[in-house]
């Protein structure tokens, strides 16, 4: 796909002070810089169903005391769009934040992800100790508990084509190829499950159409390469850095269960928001940043 090439994309209304790419296995992973400050936090890419604009209120704020650096995973935003799963995974995007702390010359920094970001977080502070003064994990999708049924349910048929599409049955390879807005739209709305979140889906939905299903289908990876339960409570039980875990009680993509089994592991402060879903950081933007800030400067 030749779409990551042809867009630099600006959070917000912020300039980065540098940017560069990265490249792994002949691919292009595209980074961005912002603020100067002594200590650094590397704001992780999520699931490249969205690209680094997630973390629009965050990078303004958090620039203005700290070195901020972010990176479009694989998949979507300025990075490039392999539709091989083998470019993918939970494990290679967390070696893709390594090789992003090379590329921007940072030795050591605070890590921060949202969602299936958290499970790279914690890969990378697992599989990199020394390379994380501290880890922050916002609506943890880890396999560290079950997770919601109907979710799971539709995640086991999800190679086999159904005779109609409602519900969590839209998790399904053959809906993907056959309705991807439809999908979007559906998955957004599990993400953002407050009311009068239209704008938040809109400007995820608008994100999500900057890829393609056939992208999407990869980014699942392979097993090999992605977080069961066993590693990620073996990399959970290993973390040694201070670790800050916030979750919503009205998470419908992944449950609250999940945020307490890693805050226990890693001996993290658990941080619950109550009446709140899949993404604070966006929808509750100034209470989130100041948990971010209270943790980081203490």
């Given amino acids: 796909m030749g779409l990551g090439r042809l867009r630099f994309f600006v959070l917000a209304t912020i300039q980065p002070v540098r940017s560069g790419d990265v490249e792994r296995?002949?691919?292009?992973?595209?980074?961005?810089?912002?603020?100067?400050?002594?200590?650094?936090?590397l704001l992780l890419p999520t699931w490249s169903i969205v690209h680094t604009d997630f973390w629009r209120h965050q990078v303004p704020a958090l620039s203005q005391?700290?070195?901020?650096?972010?990176?479009?995973?694989?998949?979507?935003?300025?990075?490039?769009r392999p539709v091989d799963p083998q470019f993918y995974g939970d494990l290679l995007f967390a070696d893709d934040a390594a090789a992003v702390l090379d590329a921007t010359g940072t030795a050591r920094a605070s890590v921060a992800g949202?969602?299936?970001?958290?499970?790279?977080?914690?890969?990378?502070?697992?599989?990199?100790?020394?390379?994380?003064?501290?880890?922050?994990?916002?609506?943890?999708?880890v396999p560290l508990a079950p997770g919601h049924p109907e979710r799971a349910a539709a995640a086991s048929g999800f190679l086999t084509p159904q005779t109609a599409y409602s519900g969590w049955s839209k998790w399904?390879?053959?809906?993907?190829?056959?309705?991807?807005?439809?999908?979007?739209?559906?998955?957004?709305?599990?993400?953002?499950?407050?009311p009068k979140s239209d704008a938040e889906i809109e400007h995820f939905?608008?994100?999500?159409?900057?890829?393609?299903?056939?992208?999407?289908?990869?980014?699942?990876?392979?097993p090999n390469r992605?977080?069961?339960?066993?590693?990620?409570?073996?990399?959970?039980?290993?973390?040694?850095?201070?670790s800050l875990v916030i979750h919503g009680t009205d998470?419908?993509?992944?449950?609250?269960?999940?945020?307490?089994e890693l805050a226990r592991l890693t001996r993290g402060d658990l941080r619950v928001?109550?009446?709140?879903?899949?993404?604070?950081q966006c929808r509750f933007p100034r209470e989130t940043n100041t948990m971010i800030e209270e943790f980081l400067a203490a």
């Fill in 25 to 41: 296995s002949g691919h292009r992973i595209h980074w961005q810089e912002f603020g100067a400050g002594k200590d650094t936090l």
């Fill in 65 to 80: 005391r700290l070195r901020v650096v972010t990176f479009d995973g694989l998949g979507n935003g300025a990075s490039d």
């Fill in 114 to 141: 949202v969602s299936a970001g958290a499970g790279w977080a914690l890969a990378l502070a697992a599989k990199h100790p020394s390379r994380v003064s501290a880890a922050i994990f916002i609506g943890a999708s």
């Fill in 172 to 194: 399904n390879r053959h809906y993907w190829l056959q309705d991807f807005p439809g999908f979007l739209r559906f998955f957004f709305s599990k993400c953002f499950t407050e």
């Fill in 205 to 222: 939905f608008g994100m999500g159409m900057e890829t393609t299903p056939e992208v999407l289908l990869a980014t699942l990876g392979t």
């Fill in 226 to 242: 992605n977080l069961d339960t066993h590693r990620a409570t073996e990399f959970a039980g290993s973390l040694r850095c201070p």
């Fill in 251 to 260: 998470d419908a993509i992944s449950p609250l269960a999940r945020a307490e």
């Fill in 273 to 280: 928001m109550h009446g709140v879903g899949h993404e604070p």
